[in-house]
């Protein structure tokens, strides 16, 4: 809609997009109230570990997702950003260094894109598979490098800093855990904010073309190699504020936070979320989290359970759990979803057989390997279950086997509604177009 005025100036009004206001303000909401909600401490170092991960996973997919971009060194950026950090905070203690804790992300992030810049024009000249191995190359540099130089990295024990320095802003220590919860709340919400009005700007839209059709933008005269190395910069800059919110939140800094698990722990929070949409990493972020973090307090098999999941993920759903999300939304809207309860139930039901056979054998196998001198009793579920009793691996693999069977069956029959919902849908959406 636009309006004339005098001397043919035109005004143009375009409409407030109500939706995207709506989703913001929701979040604000959700991470004001998440500490009131989960108020343990347990669950407050889950909230703050689940904020630093999601900026570092969106910085991630900004590469990744949005770049076409494959990094398998990507914590370079967020553990040098955290170093640096963690240093900036022992300045700040000495009183070398009049800044406030709160801006010592910021800090991070910008050590963490003087290095984008560093290492970026080096990356950046190949693209697909040289530009992974590149990356894989220089973090295994950076992380030999932290154990070769204990007079910055501090060596295999790393650099240990206190968070309580400086003069208190408005009574604000750092102390207490849900001061800093919030710190890396504000700071998660800015860097969001920041990370989507970045894809939306020409280099963010052109990163975005580079990832599709490089050589028809190079045709259209784009330099694609400029393009991937700014986006890495921006992206390195944001790595290192979730690296500084490291520092501040653990009060430690070590070799670990620019080795290649942590690497490929961002890789995974970004592709399980679903690698090809904006809130894609924030899910997979919350994710890897609680597997992480939360389940790991449960199992040491953790792990093992992580990759499959994982696995599965590949398998059966490669756009991630957004993709998920978003095509029962539109099963939804086209008022089909009560198509797809039955079979829902049916595979959620005997998907829970097969992982409770799953998980007797896997806790066991476990227990007998790495708590043999604790003998072959244990407890699983809240029942004693011994692994020396022929019954019990009778019983476990009885209810995979169960579970597995079942659960072939359900997934068939869910595959046929599914398909025949998504027939419909389309049907329907033609005729909509003709109409």
């Known amino acids: 809609m636009s309006a004339v005025l005098p001397r043919g100036r035109t005004v143009r009004f375009a409409p407030v997009n109500v939706g995207r206001w709506l989703v913001w303000t929701l979040t604000a909401v959700a991470f004001l109230a998440a500490p009131l909600v989960f108020r343990s401490g347990f669950a407050i170092t889950l909230l703050s570990q689940m904020g630093m991960l999601i900026i570092f996973a969106l910085s991630y997919n900004m590469i990744f997702g949005q770049g076409g971009m494959l990094s398998f060194g990507h914590a370079v950026y967020s553990g040098l950003g955290a170093f640096f950090a963690i240093h900036a905070m022992n300045w700040v203690g000495a009183g070398t260094l009049p800044l406030p804790i709160s801006m010592i992300p910021l800090v991070g992030g910008l050590f963490g894109a003087l290095f984008g810049v560093l290492f970026g024009y080096v990356t950046t000249k190949k693209s697909g598979t040289p530009f992974a191995m590149i990356t894989l190359g220089i973090g295994e540099m950076v992380f030999a490098a932290s154990l070769m130089f204990p007079g910055f990295f501090g060596g295999e024990g790393g650099i240990s800093s206190d968070r309580v320095v400086g003069q208190p802003v408005l009574g604000i220590t750092y102390g207490p855990a849900i001061q800093v919860y919030y710190l890396i709340a504000v700071w998660c919400f800015v860097s969001m904010i920041a990370m989507f009005a970045f894809s939306h700007t020409p280099l963010g839209r052109i990163s975005n073309a580079v990832r599709d059709n490089p050589e028809r933008a190079e045709f259209l005269g784009y330099n694609t190699q400029r393009v991937r190395y700014l986006v890495l910069i921006v992206s390195a800059f944001f790595a290192g504020i979730s690296g500084g919110l490291a520092a501040i939140n653990f009060e430690i800094v070590t070799a670990e936070n620019v080795s290649a698990l942590r690497s490929g722990g961002v890789l995974l929070a970004a592709f399980i979320g679903g690698a090809m949409f904006f809130f894609g990493p924030i899910l997979g972020s ?23 999941f994982f696995v599965l993920m590949v398998m059966y759903a490669p756009g991630g759990v957004a993709s998920l999300i978003l095509m029962n939304l539109r099963v939804a809207k086209y008022k089909l979803f009560g198509r797809l309860r039955d079979p829902y139930v049916g595979v959620l039901m005997t998907g829970l057989v097969l992982l409770v056979g799953i998980i007797l054998i896997v806790e066991m196998s476990y227990h007998l390997t790495l708590n043999f001198a604790a003998g072959s009793k244990t407890v699983i579920f809240g029942f004693p279950a011994d692994g020396a009793d022929p019954a019990f691996w009778v019983l476990a693999f009885g209810i995979l086997a169960a579970g597995a069977v079942s659960f072939e069956a359900m997934r068939r029959y869910f595959a046929r509604e599914w398909g025949a919902v998504q027939e419909k849908i389309e049907d329907q959406i033609q005729r909509e177009q003709r109409v």
């Open 286 to 308: 919350v994710i890897f989290v609680l597997f992480a973090v939360a389940l790991s307090e449960w199992t040491k098999a953790w792990q093992f359970y992580l990759g499959v």
